[in-house]
């Protein structure tokens, strides 16, 4: 039984900085790939960031410089460092986790997913 929860998201001004955690049970963020998706409304989800077993970090071309993914593999939590957010960023962001991946950043990849947890840029 796998279970993937997010939190914290918040609501931020241009430029701040918010770090989004997501709690794994029944899945190690060691042994499967990890990543953070995120869908505004009316918009098709988008990969923003993913880690490979190693901790090699994938990240899109929007984010890139300001994102860092991370893992803590001993309190299995995956994180999602977020500076210098911009208004575009709003959106609900997902953690997702898969056994493997070949392309990261493709929501068809993942077999679990989290609740989302909101993130608002103003």
């Known amino acids: 039984h796998v279970q993937l929860v997010e939190s914290g998201g918040g609501s931020v001004q241009a430029g701040g900085s918010l770090r989004l955690s997501c709690a794994a049970s029944?899945?190690?963020?060691?042994?499967?790939?990890m990543a953070w998706f995120r869908q505004a409304p009316g918009k098709e989800r988008k990969g923003v960031a993913a880690?490979?077993?190693?901790?090699?970090?994938t990240y899109t071309y929007a984010v890139a410089g300001r994102f860092t993914i991370s893992k803590d593999k001993d309190k299995n939590i995956l994180y999602l460092h977020m500076n210098n957010l911009k208004v575009e960023d709003t959106s609900m962001y997902y953690c997702?986790?898969?056994?493997?991946?070949?392309?990261?950043?493709?929501?068809?990849?993942?077999?679990?997913w989290g609740q989302g947890t909101q993130v608002t840029v103003s």
């Open positions: 880690i490979d077993t190693a901790g090699a970090p």
């Open positions: 029944g899945y190690s963020v060691s042994t499967g790939y």
């Open positions: 997702a986790g898969a056994p493997l991946v070949h392309s990261p950043l493709e929501p068809y990849e993942y077999n679990y």
